[in-house]
């Protein structure tokens, strides 16, 4: 199983943005599928954006144009860069990782990840 460890969460105010980061370890290479998932007290855990080992993308439509995910194979890492925040963006943010390769279209399903992280909370004031 693949070690998961999140970091950037912030407080914010509305409009602002964060830099979530995920660094993965305890696998020589890197995992194929890498995704964010977020938490908010009292909700469902939903996926937020995942990246496939062939750089494809999915986003939730909440946070399209809003939400870039992105991986340096070379550093294991994961990112997910946050722009113009929201307060319903406010939520404790995981990532998510497996290494067997998933297509496009069922990245934000949590049932394609086997390891994830602690979380990192994001708090969005209006």
């Known amino acids: 199983q693949i070690q998961l460890a999140e970091s950037g969460g912030d407080s914010v105010q509305s409009g602002g943005s964060l830099r979530l980061s995920c660094q993965t370890s305890?696998?020589?290479?890197?995992?194929?599928?890498l995704a964010w998932f977020r938490q908010a007290p009292g909700k469902e855990r939903e996926g937020v954006a995942g990246?496939?080992?062939?750089?494809?993308?999915k986003y939730a439509d909440a946070v399209k144009g809003r939400f870039t995910i992105s991986r340096d194979n070379t550093q294991k890492t994961v990112v997910l860069q946050m722009n113009g925040l929201l307060p319903e963006d406010t939520a404790m943010y995981f990532c998510?990782?497996?290494?067997?390769?998933?297509?496009?279209?069922?990245?934000?399903?949590?049932?394609?990840?086997?390891?994830w992280g602690q979380g990192t909370q994001v708090t969005v004031s209006s």
């Open positions: 998510a990782a497996d290494l067997r390769a998933t297509s496009q279209w069922d990245l934000l399903r949590s049932d394609r990840y086997n390891s």
């Open positions: 305890g696998y020589a290479y890197p995992a194929s599928t």
């Open positions: 990246i496939n080992v062939r750089e494809q993308t």
